[in-house]
C-alpha cells in the first residue's frame, strides 16, 4: 500500500482559511480520515469520509471543517473555514483502520 503525502498547511491568522489535501492510490478507494496531534496530547480525529463520499465530523470541527475527496485524483480534502488558534496542529490523514501514518501537515493559526 502506497504511503499518503499530506500538504497544504501553513500559518494563518484567525478566522482564516485553510484547504489541505491528502494523496495516495488509497484515498481514491478506502475510507479515510483526517486527523490532528497537538503536543502532549493524543491524536484527535476529527473527520471521516466513505468511498462514496458520505462524511462524518468531531463536534470540534462540526460546521467549520468539510472533508471531501476525487477518487479519480486519488485525493482526500479537508477545507477548514473560520480558524482558531486551538486548531493549531499537525494534520494527517488515514486509510481506516488500519493505514499507517504519513509525516503530516503543520497547520499554526496565530495572530
Known amino acids: 500500500q502506497v504511503q499518503l503525502v499530506e500538504s497544504g498547511g501553513g500559518l494563518v491568522q484567525p478566522g482564516g482559511s485553510l484547504r489541505l489535501s491528502c494523496s495516495g492510490s488509497?484515498?481514491?478507494?478506502?475510507?479515510m480520515g483526517w486527523y490532528r496531534q497537538t503536543p502532549g496530547k493524543q491524536r484527535e480525529w476529527l473527520a471521516h469520509i466513505t468511498q462514496d463520499g458520505r462524511p462524518n465530523y468531531a463536534a470540534s470541527v462540526k460546521d467549520r471543517f468539510t472533508i471531501s475527496r476525487d477518487n479519480a485524483k486519488d485525493t482526500i480534502y479537508l477545507q477548514m473555514n473560520d480558524l482558531k488558534p486551538d486548531d493549531t496542529g499537525i494534520y494527517y490523514c488515514?486509510?481506516?483502520?488500519?493505514?499507517?501514518w504519513g509525516q503530516g501537515t503543520q497547520v499554526n493559526v496565530s495572530s
Open positions: 488509497a484515498a481514491g478507494v478506502n475510507l
Open positions: 488515514k486509510s481506516i483502520p488500519s493505514g499507517p
